[in-house]
């Protein structure tokens, strides 16, 4: 299940090194943390997260090596943390002691924690999510559930290979609500092969329907993808089945934009709705380009300027950390890079219905001398009416929201060092 | 002191240039430390392609019965494309040593130079190389060049460059039997360029040989060609280190430099005599050189600010510097923007031009299909040289298009009969006869038009023979037939760039395999994209790229920032290798599309 943290394709030469560089001296405080559970009871075919069925239980071990990992950062958690989000896998397989013993951790770590107005989101399996578990979950300072409901068409859950049965997702709904956490996701997927236009408006009804009892305030609704190396595309390539036309899958998105603002929850990401106020704070800070620490194999952080990725490989991220006293080895080291960040600010903030700040882009460019090759690109794809500048913020139009990859291509390369 | 001019000849590979170097160093021209390999190569193109562009002369001394030679080696490129070249340098010799590789036997190239040696009455020495190699088999190869062209196999010379054996017999061969340079017809200076080069310091150099009268240096000289006159700086004999010399005497050769700024102003086949006591005719035989084979070149990159445009005219300039057989002149193509439509000899002569420009000019460049020259006889009586499709007018105006059609020489090996023969027929070859050159090989003729050998039939040729086919092509008449002009049509507008010329009979298959191949380059757009082949206003084919709906991926989260971003900036980076035609973006790949014939 799941989503937030992918395995990313190292690309280049993989560095010996650690996070050590990066975190140690690195200017504070961070108030996001991504947690990274790698456990499942099933992996999923289309899931290219970092995950796999534990037959050994290594959940001590990797409870333990979290600890060292979390302590290490001490010094940045200072300031408090706002955001939390632990992602998988599986997190609700996690078993109850072994997150009380997380939290715990956290309520040692950080000031305050749990304090007011943090958001603090666990991801759950309708099948493995006990009570018992969101209560531990609740009691620790959880607010928020992200469910992988997926489809409620079980010829489509299998398709996908997706154990539970749909009416799972309301009684965990239901029983997460009981435990006292107040704010949950479901996670939709749609242009499944064989999938009508149909079958998506009946899952569509039964989401808003969930909405509409309060028992969800946002909701993902992803387009299948087939990434590379699952067993999805895998079996895409041997014929079993073929994809969707990316006609039906854009009448798909313009359905579920539609069908999901009717009941009050509007688009404020390329895939992500929500009633005001119950946006993910904790996926903004990504699409923000802001700072949070990661913790766990093959978790992805981002502070001060540098990227990086635990290593995916639970036992490797288990003995670096061991060895360095908290310190994962780390891949797709991207130290601090003006032309790279901006780019990338233009990449995650286009998916956004709040945009980027255009005054800030414009310092940016101007001081990577390629202000004009920016200008020219807006005025052009403004002249298309692909993107507008609203409130000084510059956003992509409502309908280009299909077209978001190649105008953030264009516009990132025109973030180009002495383009001018 | 005898004298004796000579031109070694051999299919590529043959061993042409390590027996070059034999020779020289058996005459201690060069000793073996200074012994470069393939001393008479100079460039590095030409060492990996294993052929030799461009000639040059050496002068060595050889004795034997007492008598000291002087022996003229005139070194002649090793390729169909250049068969004006090989010509002329043959010219310049009495006799001329053909090397046949005893691993691989007679081939293509052997014969077509053969020929052109035995139609300059040279005299020729046959010599079967390469014999130190476990696989030789000089025995049935002399009965090869026996049986293919009538020199007794019992006169071969067998010799291994490599270890030197058979060398010695074959210098004192060159002196004993071919036969010295002919007598001066007239006391007036006549002296044939052979070659030139352009040498980066002291400009062009010209080979010459002299047949009648004397050269001296400081003369002033004009070539009865071009009619352009020029002072003698330097007369010079490489041996093979250039030595200065005051005069050439008939029957020598040796280079000359006299302040020529570019090779444009020499063409290979001109008469030298003196300005002021000129000789009343040039000696025979003297060309233009001719091209065959056209295509574009354009600046890979982008062309907003323009100086890729340049940079590739420099390159194009530059190179035309050293080799005067290539031409180039501006065009406009709206689909491509500013770049040069370029002539050559062949299609060797096209990709080395390519080739070089990469290397040299370090310019990346766009290739249009290559076209051939055809001869358009309009209604109104007159013919027109035809270089690029795009400049044909509408057919109602035609009386004929006229075609080059080629003399096409296959050797192969006879169980290969079977394959190629359909090849040839389906390119409209017509068969003219056939000869077992060896019990396993054969040799076939046809005539083909020139347009259907300049796609993929050499490769076809090469990999349905596994490697053992070659050939050899010359041009022998224009002939006109019912060929039509297919354009293309992206999205309602025509791509220039893309129309090609056709025999009616495989228009539409060609349109077609064209239209299935462009459908497949161009991405899909956000609206729907008609691609149509017509010929005068008809539609022969048509296919369509669907519209794309979207274009976002569904997740993007911390984790995916680092891959998303390199693929968004290698779709971008893709794009810059797309020409605009109308709202529709074109890969540049495909405007070789028109290549593939689909066979």
């Not at chain 2, 050496?58 to 250049?82: C, K, S």
């Not at chain 2, 046949?100 to 052997?110: H, K, P, R």
Request: proline letters at 5%.
């Amino acid at each position: 299940m799941s989503h937030k943290q992918g395995i990313g394709i190292t690309v280049g030469g993989q560095r010996p090194a650690d996070t050590r560089q990066i975190l140690v001296g690195a200017p504070g405080p961070v108030h996001a943390l991504y947690i990274h559970v790698p456990f499942c009871a099933h992996k999923c075919h289309y899931c290219d997260f970092y995950s796999f069925v534990d037959n050994r239980d290594q959940q001590e071990a990797y409870t333990h090596a979290l600890l060292l990992e979390l302590r290490a950062v001490r010094d940045l958690l200072r300031g408090g943390l706002q955001t939390v989000f632990v992602g998988g896998g599986t997190p609700s397989l996690l078993r109850p002691q072994l997150w009380g013993r997380i939290l715990d951790e956290l309520h040692n770590l950080v000031p305050g924690f749990p304090e007011a107005g943090l958001e603090f989101t666990v991801e759950c399996n309708p099948e493995s999510a006990s009570a018992e578990t969101l209560k531990v979950l609740a009691s620790g300072g959880v607010n928020r559930v992200s469910m992988g409901a997926q489809s409620f068409n079980p010829s489509h859950l299998k398709t996908l290979e997706r154990l539970h049965q749909p009416a799972n997702v309301q009684r965990a709904l239901s029983v997460a609500a009981d435990a006292g956490i107040e704010r949950r996701n479901i996670d939709l997927i749609y242009a499944i092969p064989d999938q009508t236009i149909a079958d998506w408006r009946y899952d569509l009804h039964i989401a808003c329907d969930l909405a509409r009892t309060g028992l969800v305030d946002h909701i993902s609704a992803y387009a299948l993808t087939y990434e590379p190396n699952t067993a999805m595309t895998q079996r895409l390539k041997q014929g079993e089945f073929v994809a969707a036309e990316d006609s039906l899958e854009a009448d798909m998105y313009d359905t579920a934009v539609d069908s999901l603002s009717a009941v009050g929850l509007d688009r404020y990401e390329v895939s992500n709705f929500a009633r005001p106020g119950s946006e993910c704070r904790h996926n903004l800070v990504y699409w923000r380009c802001a700072q949070w620490l990661a913790a766990g194999p093959s978790a992805s952080g981002h502070v001060a300027g540098s990227r990086w990725k635990n290593v995916p490989k639970l036992g490797e991220w288990i003995e670096g950390v061991n060895r360095t006293g908290g310190f994962a080895p780390a891949i797709d080291i991207e130290l601090p890079d003006a032309e790279r960040s901006l780019r990338e600010r233009i990449m995650m903030g286009l998916r956004t219905r709040e945009g980027i700040d255009r005054h800030a882009l414009e310092l940016g460019a101007k001081e990577l001398n390629c202000a004009k090759a920016l200008d020219r690109e807006c005025t052009s794809l403004e002249a298309r009416g692909q993107i507008e500048t609203v409130d000084g913020r510059l956003r992509l139009c409502a309908p280009s929201f299909l077209w978001c990859d190649g105008i953030a291509a264009r516009l990132m390369d025109a973030i180009t060092r002495n383009a001018d | 002191m005898e004298i004796r001019n000579f031109s070694i000849i051999a299919h590529i590979d043959h061993g042409k240039s390590t027996l070059s170097d034999r020779l020289l160093q058996s005459t201690n021209a060069v000793s073996e430390r200074e012994a470069r390999q393939q001393f008479l190569d100079d460039m590095d193109l030409e060492r990996e392609r294993g052929i030799t562009i461009k000639a040059s002369a050496v002068t060595v001394r050889h004795a034997v019965d007492g008598v000291e030679y002087m022996l003229n080696f005139i070194d002649t490129p090793g390729h169909v494309d250049f068969t004006y070249e090989v010509s002329r340098a043959l010219t310049a010799c009495e006799g001329a040593v053909l090397v046949v590789d005893s691993t691989q036997g007679v081939e293509a190239q052997t014969i077509a130079n053969a020929y052109l040696a035995i139609n300059q009455d040279l005299e020729i020495i046959p010599v079967v190389n390469k014999i130190d190699l476990p696989s030789a088999q000089p025995d049935e190869v002399a009965m090869e060049i026996e049986q293919a062209l009538g020199f007794p196999a019992e006169d071969a010379i067998y010799c291994s460059a490599k270890t030197g054996q058979g060398i010695q017999e074959l210098l004192d061969r060159i002196c004993r039997q071919l036969p010295p340079p002919r007598a001066p017809q007239t006391k007036k200076l006549r002296a044939l360029i052979f070659d030139s080069h352009y040498d980066d310091y002291r400009g062009v150099v010209i080979y010459v040989r002299v047949f009648d009268g004397h050269l001296n240096h400081g003369d002033k000289v004009r070539m009865m060609g071009t009619g352009r006159t020029y002072i003698i700086t330097e007369l010079g004999k490489y041996t093979p280190k250039p030595e200065k010399v005051k005069s050439f005497g008939p029957g020598e050769t040796g280079y000359l430099i006299a302040s020529i700024k570019t090779l444009k102003d020499v063409r290979v086949g001109d008469t030298i005599t003196i300005d002021n006591d000129p000789a009343e005719e040039p000696l025979p035989g003297y060309e233009e050189p001719h091209q065959m084979v056209f295509c574009d070149f354009y600046p890979a990159t982008s062309t907003e600010k323009g100086s890729d445009f340049e940079e590739l005219r420099e390159a194009v300039e530059k190179l035309s510097l050293n080799d005067a057989s290539f031409t180039f002149h501006p065009v406009h193509s709206e689909a491509l923007g500013f770049g040069f439509r370029c002539g050559f000899l062949g299609l060797l002569h096209m990709d080395i031009i390519q080739e070089r420009l990469d290397r040299e000019g370090g310019v990346e460049v766009v290739q249009t299909a290559p076209t051939v020259t055809y001869e358009l006889k309009t209604r109104d009586g007159v013919v027109h040289e035809i270089t690029n499709p795009a400049d044909l007018p509408d057919g109602s105006l035609w009386e004929e298009l006229r075609e080059p059609i080629c003399k096409v020489e296959l050797i192969i090996p006879t169980d290969n009969v079977g394959d190629i023969m359909p090849l040839c027929l389906g390119r409209r070859g017509i068969y003219k006869q056939q000869q077992l050159i060896s019990e396993t090989r054969t040799m076939i003729d046809f005539e083909m038009p020139l347009a259907e050998i300049i796609y993929d039939f050499y490769d076809k040729l090469k990999s349905m023979t596994r490697g053992y086919g070659t050939m050899d092509y010359e041009i022998i008449r224009f002939q006109a037939d019912r060929l039509v002009k297919v354009d293309i049509l992206v999205n309602g507008d025509i791509v220039e760039a893309l129309s090609f010329i056709a025999h009616k009979d495989n228009a539409d298959k060609r349109g077609r395999v064209l239209l299935t191949r462009l459908k497949d380059q161009i991405d899909r757009h956000q609206f729907e994209i008609p691609l149509q082949a017509v010929i005068g206003g008809k539609v022969i084919a048509r296919e369509t790229i669907k519209s794309m709906r979207k274009n976002v991926t569904a997740k993007c989260y911390g984790g995916d920032v680092t891959r998303k971003r390199k693929l968004l900036e290698k779709q971008k980076k893709g794009k810059k290798k797309m020409k605009s035609i109308g709202s529709v973006e074109i890969p540049q790949e495909a405007f070789m599309a028109v290549l593939d014939q689909g066979e």
